[in-house]
């Protein structure tokens, strides 16, 4: 994620299990929508799943872009 500093990234990933997770499943929801986008048609289980997997995505990129403001707070003071 280009918000989150390498450095950041990496201490986060060894001390953090709550980043660690959430990043999995970014991935992971991502490496999905990947494999979904590249098909021709879906059908109406796979679409429910593309906005399904969007919304997860979402919801963990936001998880993680606090992790890490509450992570910079903390070592700024």
Known sequence: MDFIKADVQEHLMREHFEFRKLMEE???ADERLVYLRNKLRL????????????????????RIYRIVEEFNKNRGQ
């Open 26 to 28: 970014h991935r992971s």
């Open 43 to 62: 059908t109406a289980q796979e679409s429910v799943e593309e906005v399904e997997l969007k919304k997860a995505k979402l919801r963990a990129k936001e």
